[in-house]
T-cell receptor
Framework: AQTVTQSQPEMSVQEAETVTLSCTYD???????LFWYKQPPSRQMILVIR??????QNATENRFSVNFQKAAKSFSLKISDSQLGDTAMYFC????????????FGGGTRVLVKP | SQTIHQWPATLVQPVGSPLSLECTVE??????LYWYRQAAGRGLQLLFY??????ISSEVPQNLSASRPQDRQFILSSKKLLLSDSGFYLC???????????FGPGTRLTVT
């Protein structure tokens, strides 16, 4: 079974600074997908960024970028120029090309952006 | 564009009562559908998923069941709720050629 591990339960960052969230995963497949989701206090799950394992280039979405290290099975998220609205739980998720396209989620990292 | 709805948003039910949570998706056909449960401050636990009408896969044996009577409708049910069924329930969809999932607003269930 796939596992996704987020080793940082909570992180805080000053507004306008940068924070990096860690994620490691376990898989025996060569092709798969990785995602970061954001869950603000409203509890709505929002897709932040996705990365296909066959792509070597790291994905970027505005202030969000990833560092994908396939050999190390590592997938970190960097939030640049942190804003108060970035305060949320962040979940890393792993998916494979299989029946149902299921995702396995990590336990989450709580990010608090301080003014 | 696609949208996903869940209702009710909040529900308080006594132990032993039945449960029915509904999820509908608009703007897409033949989606994969998913039910998750999230305990407070924790990650998401996949309960059921469906790749088509009447096709339900259960991930965790429990007091709950799921049904998909229509292409874009997914229902989570229980005949008799337990205290341990309390939590936040999220429905999600994905397209056949997509691997990311899109989530509904969730239902907060409290069993008293």
């Amino acid at each position: 079974a796939q596992t996704v591990t987020q080793s940082q339960p909570e992180m805080s960052v000053q507004e306008a600074e940068t924070v990096t969230l860690s994620c490691t995963y376990d898989t025996s497949e060569s092709n798969y997908y990785l995602f970061w989701y954001k869950q603000p206090p409203s509890r709505q799950m929002i897709l932040v960024i996705r990365q296909e394992a066959y792509k070597q280039q790291n994905a970027t979405e505005n202030r969000f970028s990833v560092n994908f290290q396939k050999a190390a099975k590592s997938f970190s998220l960097k939030i640049s120029d942190s804003q108060l609205g970035d305060t949320a739980m962040y979940f890393c998720a792993h998916g494979e090309e299989a029946a149902g396209n299921k995702l396995t989620f990590g336990g989450g990292t709580r990010v608090l952006v301080k003014p | 564009s696609q949208t996903i709805h869940q209702w009710p948003a909040t529900l308080v039910q006594p132990v032993g009562s039945p449960l029915s949570l509904e999820c509908t998706v608009e703007g897409t056909s033949n989606p994969n559908l998913y039910w998750y449960r999230q305990a407070a401050g924790r990650g998401l636990q996949l309960l059921f998923y469906s790749v088509g009408i009447g096709q339900i896969s259960s991930e965790v044996p429990q007091n709950l069941s799921a049904s998909r009577p229509q292409d874009r409708q997914f229902i989570l049910s229980s005949k008799k709720l337990l205290l341990s069924d309390s939590g936040f329930y999220l429905c999600a969809w994905s397209g056949i050629a997509l691997y990311e999932q899109y989530f509904g607003p969730g239902t907060r269930l409290t069993v008293t």
